[in-house]
């Protein structure tokens, strides 16, 4: 997949690229719903001879524009948008940088340059995609703004449980713990990627090494508590449990929140290896025990918990 960076303005002549099925979208989690109309301007690329692309935007618009909510954390930051999208079999991916100037373009001005400038000759999008200043571009006003030199495919609403699938129904999912249904949305586990770090290295201690996890601040992080997850170290997964929070059982004034995993039958030094964390169930909140006892006979608990999660769904991953 071929990566394009592009901000306005530029200079671009119209055959710079081959001719070009896209599909436009901000794509945040690249979920079910965005998988429609991605996989769509795929097929229409295949059946119209064309090269397939897709068009995103980086910050997210929230961020630029000033948005009550501003998302500047991700179900996917641009770094796992690019992967998921290019395992889709994308064959160029714009990248288009989102500012204030680039925001105030008229509709006609974004499709005579981000479109018509590309050589883009079929566009697909779904029923709610806008563009444009204040949004006034929309999927009906398109055949008007495209001057005849494009083709379009809009592609309905994506359904699951009798709602919408959305990036904002993603959001608070991952915002209450709820990783359990975020596979009907998503389509794949909800993952996040960090670095192991140092720790205070006291779960060794007791029995229960963990690996310290300096999550990339891009990533929603799940709320507190303890989970069942697998992760990715040097290509291969392992089984286990992490936890969200500020280990109240030692640390009485801990401002900071570490994530943890403890990952069964795994002793190996991985300081330093970038890890890919896949959240599973929630399995009970962050608590202060008494002692060190009854820590570790809690843990053993979470464990026996996980491992029969695991066993009970081994064939789902």
Request: net charge neutral.
């Amino acid at each position: 997949m071929e990566i394009k960076k592009l901000s306005f303005p530029f200079n671009l002549k119209k055959h710079d690229y081959p001719p070009l099925a896209m599909a436009l979208g901000y794509f945040d989690g690249v979920h079910r719903g965005h998988q429609q109309v991605i996989l769509e301007a795929k097929k229409q690329a295949e059946n119209k001879g064309f090269q397939s692309a897709v068009m995103t935007f980086d910050p997210h618009p929230s961020v630029v524009l000033g948005k009550g909510e501003q998302h500047v954390q991700y179900i996917t930051p641009l770094s796992e948008k690019i992967k998921i999208i290019e395992g889709l079999g994308i064959d160029y991916l714009f990248i288009i940088h989102f500012t204030a100037e680039f925001a105030n373009l008229l509709p006609q001005e974004f499709i005579d340059q981000f479109v018509i400038g590309l050589n883009v000759k079929h566009v697909v999008a779904g029923f709610d995609f806008s563009y444009g200043r204040m949004g006034k571009g929309t999927m009906e006003t398109l055949p008007f703004h495209s001057r005849e030199e494009f083709s379009y495919t809009i592609v309905p609403k994506f359904s699951e449980g009798n709602e919408k699938v959305s990036s904002t129904r993603i959001r608070k999912m991952l915002k209450e713990g709820n990783m359990e249904d975020l596979p009907n949305l998503l389509g794949r586990f909800y993952t996040t990627s960090g670095i192991v770090i140092h720790g205070d290295k006291r779960g060794r201690t007791i029995g229960f090494p963990t690996a310290n996890i300096g999550v990339n601040e891009e990533y929603i992080i799940p709320p507190l508590g303890v989970y069942a997850v697998r992760m990715k170290v040097k290509n291969l997964w392992f089984n286990g449990v992490c936890n969200v929070g500020y280990k109240p059982t030692f640390n009485k004034e801990s401002l900071r929140v570490s994530v943890e995993v403890h990952l069964f039958d795994f002793n190996q030094e991985i300081y330093g290896e970038e890890v890919i964390i896949e959240w599973h169930p929630y399995l009970r909140k962050e608590q202060k025990f008494s002692g060190i006892e009854e820590l570790v006979a809690q843990i053993e608990r979470d464990k026996l918990t996980a491992l029969a999660y695991f066993e009970r769904n081994r064939h789902s991953f």
